[in-house]
């Protein structure tokens, strides 16, 4: 090596070395002054997307947490379900690489349907429907490449686990009630009376806490897998893959539901739900408020005193108005419960909590 090419090394490692110096020594000396060095771009994209998912986290928590409160109606459930599922939809944009996260030029592209989980294939026979696992699917699987029998089978196991978990959060609200009666508590009362959509007209006549104990009440399992059966296809329509949509409720906005074809109001859409367990909730809300659905409470009130008297089959009957074809729709909630033995399934109970 010639001396000018050693200068030449040692001149170059020299002026490497001194700019290195100089930006350690800048980013020392730029804090001593009360000036922030300017962080690398890499740097300050991880800290943006850190800051937008932990605020996107904690609106998602403020979410759920409103759509705790009692005394909603169904049209703020509605809205807070349609908020939720937008806030989902955000925070998978900025966790997911941008070539996986969703279009932010419109909803997010449909997932597939998730796998069915072997935890749920239990046996649907009286033993083990002692024990239902505490497994709740947020969306339906798949099941049309399943024959008719097994295709029933899990549309069954996927819906008795949500039916019995929604059941036990009104029977939690049902002991509240009692509680509320037995101490006169006036404000706890009125809170249940205004979620259970209970008039004011009724505060202070004679029965009214009767009328709330029959609005504060478990859906029969059988009545509930029944319509969801009949609602949905077996879990397979294009409302209960693409909105949880298991019982066909309708709402009077488009940003909350899903168009339905050939529909007789213009206005209606199928309501769309976060989450399978939302929709079984707001469908037994409805039936435990509507007025529209005061028969079926009151069959229902003397089937729980009197089970070997008042069946289930005979609650149905209280059924007429969910669809327009009316008698001819409580005939087939009764067949299907029928042909379908799911009256083994009204004395389920999920396997117990250990906390």
Do not use: C
């Amino acid at each position: 090596m010639s001396l000018h090419q050693q200068v030449t090394i040692r001149i170059g490692n020299k002026a490497i070395l001194l700019t290195l110096l100089g930006a350690v020594g800048l980013g020392l000396l730029l804090p001593a002054i009360g000036v922030s060095p300017p962080l690398p771009l890499f740097l300050k994209t991880q800290t943006f997307q850190f800051e937008l998912v932990s605020r996107l986290d904690r609106e998602l928590a403020d979410l759920t947490q409103q759509k705790q409160q009692s005394g909603l109606s169904l049209e703020q459930l509605a809205e807070l379900d349609l908020k939720i599922e937008q806030a989902n939809a955000r925070l998978a944009a900025a966790i997911l690489p941008p070539n996986q996260a969703p279009s932010r030029r419109g909803p997010p592209p449909p997932l597939p349907p998730p796998s069915f989980p072997a935890d749920l294939d239990f046996a649907l026979d009286l033993p083990q429907l002692a024990e239902v696992p505490r497994l709740f699917m947020t969306r339906m699987s798949d099941l049309k490449p399943l024959e008719v029998s097994p295709r029933k089978e899990r549309f069954m196991q996927i819906m008795l686990p949500l039916i019995l978990r929604a059941n036990e959060d009104i029977m939690r609200q049902r002991d509240a009630v009692l509680r509320a009666i037995e101490n006169s508590d006036e404000e706890v009362l009125a809170s249940f009376s205004k979620r259970y959509r209970l008039s004011s007209a009724w505060t202070g006549k004679s029965g009214w806490q009767d009328e709330l104990l029959r609005r504060v009440a478990p859906v029969p399992v059988s009545i509930a897998l029944a319509q969801a059966a009949i609602e949905s296809g077996w879990g397979q329509s294009r409302f209960t893959m693409e909105g949880n949509a298991l019982y066909g409720q309708w709402v009077w906005n488009d940003k909350l539901g899903i168009k339905a074809a050939n529909q007789s109001d213009p206005r209606a859409s199928i309501r769309r739900f976060p989450d399978l367990l939302s929709s079984v909730r707001a469908y037994m809300l409805n039936l435990n408020s509507h007025r529209a659905y005061a028969d079926f409470r009151k069959t229902r009130a003397r089937h729980m005193q009197s089970p070997a008297i008042v069946s289930v089959t005979d609650v149905a009957g209280g059924l007429s108005s969910y669809a327009q074809i009316g008698d001819a729709y409580v005939q087939k909630i009764r067949r299907l419960i029928i042909q379908n033995d799911l009256q083994r399934f009204d004395t389920a109970k999920l396997v117990p909590r250990f906390f």
